[in-house]
């Protein structure tokens, strides 16, 4: 089976920075999204990385690692909108995502 | 409307009842997802249609049907639930076959509460 770990829950202040990882181990391999979504909406689209190296997005990063089946999510310069809960998900064929169970980020003042 | 809409984004329904959710995209996508969401838990995936044929069930139980009538909609008909079955329902589209990064794109959700 597929199995994708992320931490639960990451609190940080707002304007500093959190890195969410993300470790996966999964049949096959076609690329690794982050999503985030707000309390009671839609997962939103954040990021793709399917090569090796870091995506930058401007206050957003993800990094991935192939050969270590892992990857992060930068957030920087952080918002009180950013309290949300961030989804790792890789895509291991055709159509299919494969989700961790997220991780809930709270931005303090 | 644009992107995803899903409707009711709310449901209680007893464990005798017939209900079904309602998907649309509005994004001429060729394929739709069905996903539970349970709390602390990871997105299940259900369901899969690709240009309306189905082309995934993750063993799902089949008090769960899902229909898929054309590429824009998608239904999820429900009978006799069990309680467990009370989760966040999400529906998803994306464009698949073509060329650069295939991401899903969702809609609200239709959270269900099974008594």
């Known amino acids: 089976g597929q199995n994708i770990d992320q931490p639960t829950e990451m609190t940080a202040t707002e304007g500093a920075i959190v890195q969410i990882n993300c470790t996966y181990q999964t049949s096959g391999f076609n690329g690794l999204f982050w999503y985030q979504q707000h309390a009671g909406e839609a997962p939103t689209f954040l990021s793709y990385n399917v090569l090796d190296g870091l995506e930058e997005k401007g206050r957003f990063s993800s990094f991935l690692s192939r050969s270590k089946g892992y990857s992060y999510l930068l957030l920087k310069e952080l918002q009180m909108k950013d309290s949300a809960s961030y989804l790792c998900?890789?895509?291991?064929?055709?159509?299919?995502?494969?989700f961790g169970a997220g991780t809930t980020v709270t931005v303090r003042a | 409307e644009t992107g995803v809409t899903q409707t009711p984004r709310h449901l209680v329904m007893g464990m005798t009842n017939k209900k079904s959710l309602k998907c649309e995209q509005h994004l001429g996508h060729n394929a739709m997802y069905w996903y539970k969401q349970s709390a602390k838990k990871p997105l299940e995936l259900m369901f899969v249609y690709n240009f309306k044929e189905q082309t995934e069930n993750n063993s799902v139980p089949s008090r769960f049907s899902p229909e898929c009538p054309n590429s824009s909609h998608l239904f999820l008909h429900l009978h006799t639930l069990q309680p467990e079955d009370s989760a966040l329902y999400l529906c998803?589209?994306?464009?698949?076959?073509?060329?650069?990064?295939?991401?899903?794109?969702f809609g609200p959700g239709t959270r269900l509460t099974v008594t």
């Open positions: 998900a890789v895509r291991d064929g055709d159509y299919k995502l494969s």
């Open positions: 998803a589209s994306s464009q698949e076959g073509g060329r650069g990064h295939v991401e899903q794109y």
